[in-house]
Each structure stands twice: as C-alpha cells, then as structure tokens.
C-alpha cells in the first residue's frame, strides 16, 4: 500500500493506492518447501505460471508511484508481513549490477 505526505503533513491514501501483483518466476527460479508451506505457492501454481515478467509488473508499480505522488510529496511503501521478502527483493532488483530497474524519484 502506498501513503503520501504532502508539504502539509497530510497522509494520503486510496483503494487504487494498493498495489498487488504476482511475478512470473524466471525458467530457472527455485520456491523452498518452506516458503511454499507459508504462501502456499509454488512454481507450477497457476497464478505465477499466469503471472506477467517482472518488466511488465514493475513498469505498473511505478505507473502507481508516478501517478499517486507528485514531486513535493514523500512516498511510504507499506507491505504486509514483507520486511523478509517483499521489501528486500525491492532492494535487491534495484541495487543488481546490471537492473535496468529502479523506484521513481518524483
């Protein structure tokens, strides 16, 4: 989920601020036991197998970014139960040697 801060002070959030999606696995993506245990995917669950690539889910996320916060605002991403996952798999696409990947500015 996203917030906004404007130079107010005021938080701003909507329904159409939430962004959930599923990411197509790459041929070679590996899903433990462990993790299929707790979401209760794995790789042949239909909704990764019908999931877009991360090219085409990243370019919404940031259409979301874009559209929702203007340059005088600060943006808050919010995720549920993701400090180990969701969040740190933000960082890891963003900061690879060679992403092409990256959270909007403004």
């Keep these: 989920q996203l917030f ?3 130079r107010e002070g005021e938080i ?3 329904p159409e601020d939430i962004f959930d999606s599923y990411v197509k696995p790459p041929t070679c993506a590996v899903i433990d036991a462990t993790s299929t245990a707790i979401r209760g995917l794995s ?4 909704e990764l197998q019908n999931a877009a690539d991360i090219e ?17 605002e600060v943006g808050i991403l919010i ?4 400090e180990s996952c ?6 890891h696409l963003t900061q690879a040697p060679v992403t092409n990947l990256s959270i909007p500015s403004s």
């Design 4 to 6: 906004h801060i404007n």
């Design 12 to 14: 701003h959030t909507a």
């Design 43 to 46: 790789i042949s669950s239909h």
């Design 56 to 72: 085409v889910v990243w370019g919404d996320f940031c259409d979301i970014i874009t559209c929702h916060i203007q340059a005088s």
């Design 79 to 82: 995720t549920y139960n993701g």
């Design 86 to 91: 969701d969040l740190k798999w933000l960082w």
